[in-house]
């Protein structure tokens, strides 16, 4: 099929990658030529595994290729709008502007027959109101709803075997039009036995902001169970081994820590709230503002237990902060509890180090007064404290006997609870962890 993927950010150049490689003729359209240089290249504008071999492999088939020129939609009959829902500055709810440039600037290229279909993540009832817009400019063309579910890090594998496909339809019917062109876009993965599920707009719009708050929340639970385990001498990691055992539970998203960040769950669960607000159902995701709390209350916490592990004073203490990321495998430094916790340290006089495989270069532009090393032991070295703050693997591999020849001082605070206490102790560092004894 031939399908544009309007918004090359990091759902899109994942998607028109994965859809020329599931065979289709994909033209990735994104206003910024830059990014639309980068990417003709073979080269994404951020890091995410196996991503760029992917876009050099289908561009080199000639299945996909990338510009700035929004007439290139003209003759697919797939297009795929895949902006961003950026937080409003100052506000809780989500900025439409992106979805709505895209949706007006393709309108005037739409056949009839041909569909739109929306991938980012947008407040309820977005859909019905770009349906009308769509409708203005093409009677006959069609808009489904059709939620992205990719974690950064996993973005290849997730986008070309997603675990679910959800299709909202104006009449959430299995009949509508829309469902036989989505289901010859993702013939490949739906043959493997992927399950689809056809529902209305709102439904499929709140499937996407649902399912983040849910793992929001998980994570928000584990970490006020954290906090109890702080007040007990109990252990967090302990307690989620033994409470996700039961499969109505679940072990996974239970790992308590400094919390969760990034350009989704974050902004997401924020978004919901304000939307909620303006449909008069706001006391139904009252929680959420305690969820969003609870994570927040993380980031302090790791101040005020560096300042204990230095003895009482920041002032002064070299500072290696392992980990720049929201989280490991990605370079996406957007509301990184880890940078946020290292410069809060900073402004309380600590003297810090960050470092990173990847997120230096974005850590840069976010918070410029921040001193980055790229290179871990000069990160390491003579420092008063170290922070674990983002789970890399090769933080998670650091020896403690090597490590302890390199800092001046052998204590340790794991951001992330993925050492092993006994190991490092043992080694002679004063370990601390987060809702751990
Ligand atoms: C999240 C969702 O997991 C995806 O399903 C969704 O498609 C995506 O948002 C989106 O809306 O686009 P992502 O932001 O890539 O994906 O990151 P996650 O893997 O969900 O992690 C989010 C944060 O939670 C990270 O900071 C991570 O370190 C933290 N986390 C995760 C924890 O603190 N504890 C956990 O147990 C799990």
Redesign the pocket.
């Known amino acids: 099929m031939r399908i544009s993927v309007i918004g090359c950010g990091y759902l899109g150049a994942v998607h028109a990658a994965c859809m020329a490689k599931l065979g289709h003729d994909v033209t990735g359209i994104d206003v910024d030529p830059a990014k639309v240089s980068e990417l003709s290249n073979g080269h994404a504008t951020f890091y995410e595994p196996v991503l760029d071999e992917l876009l050099s492999e289908v561009e080199e088939s000639g299945r996909l290729r990338f510009t700035t020129d929004m007439s290139a939609a003209k003759n697919c009959q797939v297009h795929f709008i895949c902006v961003g829902t950026p937080q409003k500055r100052g506000e809780n709810g989500a900025d439409l502007r992106f979805v709505d440039a895209a949706v007006d600037g393709v309108a005037p290229y739409l056949d009839p027959g041909d569909l739109v279909a929306g991938k980012s ?1 947008v407040p309820v009832g977005t859909a019905a109101r770009l349906e009308e817009i769509i409708h203005a400019s093409e009677p006959d063309a069609m808009l489904v709803w059709n939620p ?6 996993h973005a290849v594998s997730d986008t070309l075997n997603p675990n679910r496909f959800v299709y909202g339809v104006p009449d959430g019917s299995e009949d509508h039009p829309a469902v036989a062109i989505l289901d010859s876009v993702y013939e490949e993965p739906l043959a493997k036995g992927m399950p689809r599920l056809v529902m209305d707009y709102a439904t499929a719009e709140l499937v996407k902001t649902a ?2 708050s849910f ?1 929001a929340t998980k ?1 928000s639970f584990i970490n006020a169970m954290a906090e109890v385990c702080e007040a007990t001498g109990a252990d967090v990691t302990r307690l989620a081994d033994a409470i996700g055992i039961d499969d109505r539970i679940g072990p996974k ?3 308590a ?1 400094i ?7 974050p902004k ?1 669960i924020r978004a919901f709230m304000a939307r909620a607000g303006e449909l008069g159902a706001d006391q139904a995701l009252t929680f959420l503002r305690e969820v969003d709390a609870i994570n927040m209350r993380r980031r302090t916490r790791v101040v005020e237990l560096t300042r204990q592990l230095c003895g009482g004073t920041l002032l002064g203490q070299r500072i290696a902060v392992l980990g720049a990321a ?2 490991p495998e990605s370079d996406d430094v957007r509301d990184s ?1 880890a940078l946020s916790a290292a410069a809060q340290l900073q402004l309380q006089g600590a003297t810090v180090t960050v470092t990173d495989p990847q997120a230096l270069p974005n850590a840069a532009k976010r918070f410029p007064e921040l001193p980055l090393e790229p290179d871990l032991e000069a990160t390491l070295a003579k420092a008063d404290a170290v922070l674990l703050l983002t789970e890399w693997k090769i933080y998670r591999d650091l020896d403690p006997h090597e490590t302890l020849a390199l800092v001046a001082s052998p204590r340790i605070l794991d951001g992330r609870n993925v050492l092993d206490p006994a190991k490092w102790r043992a080694a002679g560092w004063t370990f601390k962890g987060l809702g751990r004894p």
Do not use: Q, Y
Not at 148 to 153: C, D, I, K, N
Not at 259 to 265: A, H, M, V
């Open positions: 993540t992205e579910f990719l974690r950064e890090g399912a983040n793992l994570i998203f239970l790992n820590g919390g969760f960040g990034g350009g989704c769950l997401d929201f989280k509890p």
